[in-house]
T-cell receptor
Framework: QSALTQPPSASGSPGQSVTISCTGT?????????VSWYQQHPGKAPKLMIY???KRPSGVPDRFSGSKSGNTASLTVSGLQAEDEADYYC??????????FGGGTKLTVL | QLQLQESGPGLVRPSETLSLICTVS??????????WGWIRQPPGKGLEWIGS???????YYNPSLKSRVTISVDTSKNQFSLKLTSVTAADTAVYYC??????????WGQGTLITVSS
């Protein structure tokens, strides 16, 4: 099993929207609706932002949204704020209780 | 609020076995709804799932690490543990324990840096 593919970097100005992609295969992202997204600030543990493709845990701002089309999932951050600057990782269930992570995307708020 | 805390030696010699324990508090490791897993992150790199265990003892491992990994659970202590054998410098990473289900982890430990060096 290979890691999911994410762009290494993304950026946007405050107030703008930015979308981060996560590409897998028909055996993971494309097959299961179990894609999740994590935000990680330096030196901190990852924080769950989106699960099951589109669901937000309690406390996560609705500026964060998730979607999926075919083998590619996406995280959109609307109304960018300075505190959104962080690394973002996608993850997908890959069957047989296996999990895959993406390589991570560094989001910069300009 | 559920809490997870990793513990173990910060330094492991090459070719030896890395051993970590995750202690779960404010919640039961015997919950039938969740799995308990280990995830690692080499310095400056991305996340890698190592493996997971159900309270019953059923285990699931990353195929790339399967030959070197053992995860076990001690429900009486509300703990689960990781053993990784024959470590090399490539195993240097922050190791996280986490609670997860169906592809997502909603509770993580703070992580512990394990350095493999002589």
């Amino acid at each position: 099993q290979s890691a999911l593919t994410q762009p290494p970097s993304a950026s946007g100005s405050p107030g703008q929207s930015v979308t981060i992609s996560c590409t897998g295969t028909s055996s993971d992202v494309g097959y299961y609706n179990y894609v999740s997204w994590y935000q990680q600030h330096p030196g901190k543990a990852p924080k769950l932002m989106i699960y099951e493709v589109t669901k937000r845990p309690s406390g996560v701002p609705d500026r964060f949204s998730g979607s999926k089309s075919g083998n590619t999932a996406s995280l959109t951050v609307s109304g960018l704020q300075a505190e959104d600057e962080a690394d973002y990782y996608c993850s997908s269930y890959a069957g047989n209780n296996n999990l895959l992570f993406g390589g991570g995307t560094k989001l910069t708020v300009l | 609020q559920l809490q997870l805390q990793e513990s173990g030696p910060g330094l492991v010699r090459p070719s030896e076995t890395l051993s970590l324990i995750c202690t779960v508090s404010a919640g039961s490791i015997s919950s039938t709804s969740y799995y308990w897993g280990w995830i690692r992150q080499p310095p400056g790199k991305g996340l890698e799932w190592i493996g997971s265990i159900y309270y019953s003892g059923s285990t699931y491992y990353n195929p790339s690490l399967k030959s070197r990994v053992t995860i076990s659970v001690d429900t009486s202590k509300n703990q689960f543990s990781l053993k990784l054998t024959s470590v090399t410098a490539a195993d240097t990473a922050v190791y996280y324990c986490a609670r997860h289900r169906a592809g997502y982890s909603n509770y993580w430990g703070q992580g512990t840096l394990i350095t493999v060096s002589s």
